[in-house]
């Protein structure tokens, strides 16, 4: 799984997109990550096991704590797994190395359907590298696209503390998503993603259980930061 887009995503948003999905503007670093193993497919079905361990930790508790009171009807959703992971890989990282954690994942379901999917990643970018407001409106207007992707929407605001918010929408190989990032200071950000089947974009939006505006309550949390890593991995290399 790996991104080929003139887009610089974070590998936090690598699992967002999907299997060979799409540039998300906004929310940046340099990583890319291939061969290192399958996290979940186009269907946002499978997913690889996770040791318990990384799931009882503080931060998978901050994380599940926040959906379930940010997002409506959030103590509903089913949790599939929540993993720490860094630049260099779209997998979980060891056990003895989650204090290493660039980036972590939450992964959450619709009762009785696994395929919708609602996904956060909160992450911290490589230094310099979050993008401005400006970088980032710069990523929306069309252009050359992975096969198979479809933009709907793309947009940036800023925020009164000058953060800023990016919506994009986009489909890959029938899959539709609605993903809201915020990107902060110190190169911290989070992403939230709403992910469903569908087989128009009318669909899609009839399907999506939350908007915009309330997957960025989600984003725009201030509980949701990550601790430093203990050891930072290497610097990413782009493809």
């Known amino acids: 799984m790996k991104m080929r887009t003139r887009y610089v995503v974070p590998t936090a948003v690598l699992s967002l997109a999907l299997a060979g999905g799409a540039g998300v503007a906004g929310l940046t670093s340099s ?22 361990a990384k799931t009882a930790s503080p931060v998978a508790r901050l994380i599940e ?7 409506p009807g959030g103590h509903g959703l089913v949790k599939e797994t929540i993993y720490a992971s860094d630049w260099n890989r779209n997998t979980p990282l060891p056990v003895d190395q989650v204090q290493n954690a660039t980036d972590w994942h939450g992964k959450f379901t619709l ?27 710069a990523q929306c207007p069309e252009q050359p696209l992975p096969p198979g992707e479809v933009p709907f929407r793309c947009e940036v605001k ?6 800023h918010v990016t919506v994009n929408e986009f489909a890959v190989r029938g899959v539709y998503n609605l993903v809201v990032g915020h990107i902060r200071a110190h190169d911290r950000g989070v992403s939230v993603a709403e992910k469903v089947k569908a087989g128009s974009l009318a669909e899609a939006r009839h ?33």
């Open 31 to 52: 990583a890319s990550a291939q061969g290192k193993g399958t996290l979940v497919d186009p269907a946002g079905t499978r997913v690889t096991k996770v040791d318990s």
């Open 207 to 239: 399907k999506f259980r939350y908007s915009a505006a309330q997957l960025q309550r989600l984003a725009t949390d201030a509980a949701l930061v990550i601790p430093e890593p203990q050891v930072y991995p290497p610097l990413p290399t782009t493809p």
């Open 158 to 163: 800023v925020l009164p503390d000058g953060s």
């Open 111 to 137: 009762p009785g359907d696994r395929t919708h999917v609602i996904w956060t990643a909160v992450f911290i970018a490589p230094k310099g590298t979050n993008p401005t407001p400006e970088q980032s409106r």
């Open 65 to 71: 704590k926040r959906v379930r009171a940010d997002l």
